[in-house]
């Protein structure tokens, strides 16, 4: 047993040496992005559509907006559906309230896949962060409304999730929502970044 655990350490140690290796060689590309149009996103956001004029260049396949997607190689889809501030009246007698100094937010996802085996959600990783000024955010239990991105998503399937935030009113309402996966068709490549405004 002792020998196992050993060799079990050595083999994660080498891992971890090779891929940090791997990675001082150069990312390559996970997935590409799968951009909303600006029809699209005025019907997720209530906004106005706009006529879009073209970029002088493109945006990184990991640089997205709330409505976009993201397919990775193996065609699993994350979408950021949208970003919402919560109100007084969505919490509940347990849930954590953020200081009056604080803007509370829920960000709304989905994920879809489009693999050919079952994906487990508890090997993948969400954080957001201020995008105006930085700024850190703290994770808020605010249990009506919530889903937690937990278990398994079965091939042709999609699940909608939420987290919960607060960021300091300093650091304004705009945030970058990183999507992290840590499964075996994980890569070293930039994870997506969604930017979008708590509205």
Excluded at 138 to 150: I, P
Excluded at 157 to 186: H, N, Q
């Amino acid at each position: 047993m002792i020998n196992a655990r050993i060799r079990t350490a050595v083999a994660t140690a080498a891992a971890v040496a090779l891929l940090s290796l791997t990675a001082a060689c150069g990312d390559a590309e996970q997935g590409r992005a799968e951009r909303a149009s600006s029809e699209e996103q005025a019907v997720d956001t209530g906004a106005e559509p706009v006529e879009e004029e073209p970029a002088e260049e493109e945006q990184p396949e990991t640089e997205l907006a709330v409505g976009d997607g993201f397919r990775y190689d193996d065609g699993v889809k994350f979408t950021v559906t949208k970003i919402e501030e919560l109100g007084a009246d969505q919490y509940g007698e347990y849930d954590e309230k953020p200081d009056a100094s604080e803007t509370a937010f829920r960000v709304h996802w989905d994920v879809t896949n489009g693999s050919k085996k079952p994906l487990d959600l508890d090997m993948w990783g969400v954080t957001a962060q201020g995008a105006s000024t930085g700024g850190e955010t703290t994770s808020l239990y605010v249990e009506k409304g919530m889903k937690e991105m937990a278990g398994r998503v079965a091939p042709g399937k999609t699940g909608s999730y939420t987290g919960e935030y607060s960021l300091p009113k300093s650091d304004g309402v705009e945030i970058v929502f990183t999507a992290t996966r840590m499964d075996a068709e994980a890569s070293l490549a930039d994870d997506p970044n969604w930017t979008g405004t708590i509205k």
